[in-house]
């Protein structure tokens, strides 16, 4: 019984240590990556890379830095954004390690 307690207070430790990565999010728009598709038409602007991107903006900065600001840690992240012909098409914010 004390081993199970034991382990389950170590694995708590864990998640409060490596959940909290997200605690303060620092965006770093220096260090996002581009894929650039090139098609010989043009498509139409749905504006699809700017709803993507507030979506996910308005997720940290409403749901993940509040949660778990109490834990203190920090981290910068970062979006892989996908663009046809130069417009952009989709943001995405790649998985990290412990998130």
Same mark, same amino acid.
């Given at each position: ?8 207070? #170590? ?5 409060? !240590?490596? +959940?909290?990565?997200?605690?303060? #999010? ?8 581009? !894929? $650039?598709? $090139? ?8 504006? =699809?890379?700017? &709803? ?8 940290? #900065? $409403?749901? !993940? ?7 203190? &840690? =920090?981290? $910068? ?11 952009? !098409?989709? +943001?995405?914010?790649? #998985?990290?390690?412990?998130?």
């Amino acid at each position: 019984m004390k081993r199970m307690l034991l382990i389950g207070t #170590a694995i708590l430790a864990c998640q409060l !240590i490596f +959940a909290g990565m997200a605690s303060a #999010a620092t965006y770093t728009p220096s260090n996002d990556k581009y !894929i $650039n598709v $090139n098609l010989p038409v043009s498509l139409p602007d749905l504006g =699809t890379g700017a &709803l993507t991107f507030n979506t996910q903006q308005a997720l940290y #900065a $409403n749901v !993940i830095t509040p949660v778990l600001k109490p834990t203190g &840690l =920090t981290f $910068n992240y970062f979006y892989t954004w996908v663009t046809v012909n130069g417009s952009p !098409i989709l +943001a995405v914010d790649p #998985a990290k390690v412990g998130f």
